[in-house]
C-alpha cells in the first residue's frame, strides 16, 4: 500500500469491511485504521458487536480500553464527510448503571486483585514454610487461602457482570479460558483452605498439597495473562 494517506467517504469505508477478501478498516475521530491483522477483527467482527467498515467514534465510549489500542495499527487515512457512528446495540442498564457510569468499568477491576495477589502471596508463604520451617508462614499461607476463599467469589461476580455489561456475553479463547479458570481458582483455595483446617499440617505432610498451591499461582498467571490480553491486546492480536 502506498504511504500517501487515502481519503474515504463513508461508502468507501462501508467497503472495506473484512469480508470477501477486503482489508478491515475502522474508523476514529476521522481517523482510519487497517485493523486486518488483528485476530480480535476476524472475519470483520470484534467480539461479536462491532463490524469493521464503520466509524466507531461513538462505541468507543463504551469500550473496556482506551481507543489508543488503534495505535498498534497501521493509519491508512482519513474519514471525509457526515460521521456515522455504529448503531448500537439497544438495551435497557439498571438505573443505577445510568446514574454511576464508573459502574460500568470499575467493580471487576477493583475487586480482581485480591484472588490475584492471595493465592500468589500463599505460594510465596509455602516456599519459605519449605525453606526455614517457620509455622508462622505455615500459618500465613492458610489466611491468604481463606481470604481468598471470601473474595474470588466477589471477583468472579464482578467479572461475569462486565462480560455482560461490555462484552454482550461474546465467548472468545481468552473469556473461555477465563470462564474455566477462575471458578478453579476459587475451587482450590476453598479445597486448600479445609484441607488446612481438617488435616495435621498437610503442607508438611502432603507433596499433592503444596502442588495444588502450585497449581493455583499458574491458574492465577493464565486467568491474568488472557485478562489483559482483552484490555490490553498485543500488536500481533
Known amino acids: 500500500m502506498s504511504e500517501q494517506k487515502q481519503r474515504l467517504t463513508l461508502e468507501d469505508l462501508a467497503k472495506n469491511n473484512g469480508q470477501n477478501g477486503q482489508p478491515a478498516y475502522v474508523a476514529y475521530k476521522g481517523k482510519v485504521y487497517d485493523v486486518s491483522k488483528s485476530k480480535m477483527w476476524g472475519a470483520g467482527k470484534h467480539m461479536n458487536r462491532h463490524h469493521a467498515g464503520r466509524d466507531l467514534t461513538e462505541s468507543f465510549k463504551d469500550a473496556p480500553h482506551q481507543a489508543d489500542v488503534l495505535d498498534r495499527y497501521p493509519h491508512v487515512g482519513a474519514l471525509v ?17 445510568e446514574r454511576f457510569p464508573f459502574l460500568k468499568r470499575h467493580p471487576h477491576p477493583m475487586t480482581v486483585h485480591f484472588p490475584i495477589a492471595f493465592p500468589m502471596a500463599a505460594f510465596i508463604f509455602a516456599v519459605l514454610y519449605k525453606l526455614f520451617g517457620w509455622n508462622g508462614f505455615n500459618v500465613a499461607m492458610f489466611n491468604v487461602l481463606a481470604l481468598n476463599v471470601v473474595f474470588a467469589p466477589v471477583a468472579i461476580a464482578t467479572g461475569y457482570y462486565t462480560w455482560w455489561l461490555n462484552y454482550y456475553k461474546h465467548k472468545n479463547f481468552a473469556i473461555r479460558v477465563k470462564l474455566i479458570l477462575a471458578p478453579t481458582i476459587a475451587a482450590l483455595s476453598l479445597i486448600l483452605a479445609v484441607w488446612w483446617l481438617v488435616a495435621s499440617n498437610p503442607l508438611a505432610t502432603s507433596s499433592v498439597y503444596f502442588l ?3 497449581l493455583q499461582v499458574v491458574c492465577v498467571g493464565l486467568v491474568g495473562w488472557f485478562g489483559a490480553s482483552l484490555t490490553f491486546p498485543t500488536h500481533e492480536d
Open 81 to 97: 464527510g457526515a460521521p456515522k457512528p455504529e448503531p448500537k446495540p439497544e438495551r435497557r442498564l439498571p438505573a443505577i448503571v
Open 212 to 214: 495444588l498451591v502450585v
